[in-house]
């Protein structure tokens, strides 16, 4: 439904605007979240990455050090991902059980591994 622009199986579940502005990046300024994070303590890059209404996002590849701009993912705690990328039409869900997160780079690994195998 969230690859598809809020639509499954032919049923309208989100609208497309809706959709849109949540994956938005809604930081002020339309800063990162290097700049405005409080704590130091994260599992993933703050540099490269927005937030939107229940979603990161990549900003900047560069920056977040993974392929993916204009995606829009989030992460659990035990190294769990999913993330949509309208522009690739690509959709990933990975379920794993290690804890803590930063154990293992599987999220930047997993997300890089598959990009750098699409052929246009």
């Not at 937030?51 to 190294?79: H, I, K, R």
């Amino acid at each position: 439904m969230l690859r598809r622009g809020g639509e499954l199986d032919g049923e309208r579940i989100l609208g497309p605007r809706t959709l849109r502005l949540m994956t938005r990046n809604h930081l002020a300024g339309g800063r990162d979240l290097t700049q405005m994070a409080e704590g130091a303590f994260s599992e993933t890059a703050y540099e490269g990455v927005g937030f939107g209404l229940g979603f990161a996002m990549t900003l900047s590849e560069v920056g977040a050090g993974t392929l993916g701009a204009g995606d829009f993912y989030w992460g659990g705690a035990a190294s769990t991902i999913f993330w949509v990328d309208p522009v690739e039409d690509l959709s990933a869900v990975f379920m794993t059980q290690l804890m803590p997160s930063a154990t293992f780079n599987f999220r930047g690994q997993l997300k890089n591994i598959i990009y750098s195998a699409i052929v246009d």
